[in-house]
């Protein structure tokens, strides 16, 4: 059974960092690609970040690209978003999701920015 679980949400003042975790089981995590993605209250779902199987390539939203920084460690099974200068409109959930044969989601961690 495949289990992703995140973990490093909170409440951050804007410009404020956080970083979160996911932490995988029960799938070959080097054979997966691992991304990030969050949803907002009455948005829609969007792709955060994305890192190949080796960590050699990486690929960011628009919106976050230069402040966030998706890494792996295959050995840890564990993949993290870094989150630097966090604004007002990166508040959303920010689920884990490994891509191996299907696509497995995480249950999401609650990321708010807030003075």
């Known amino acids: 059974q495949v289990q992703l679980v995140e973990s490093g949400g909170g409440l951050v003042q804007p410009g404020g960092s956080l970083r979160l975790s996911c932490a995988a089981s029960?799938?070959?995590?080097?054979?997966?690609?691992m991304s990030w993605y969050r949803q907002a209250p009455g948005k829609e779902r969007e792709l955060v970040a994305r890192i190949t199987r080796t960590g050699g390539t990486t690929n960011y939203a628009d919106s976050v690209r230069g402040r966030f920084t998706i890494s792996r460690d295959n050995a840890k099974n564990t993949v993290w978003l870094q989150m630097n200068s966090l604004k007002p409109e990166d508040t959303a959930v920010y689920y884990c999701?490994?891509?191996?044969?299907?696509?497995?989601w995480g249950q999401g961690t609650q990321v708010t920015v807030s003075s």
């Open positions: 999701v490994a891509a191996v044969l299907r696509d497995y």
């Open positions: 029960g799938l070959t995590f080097s054979s997966a690609i």
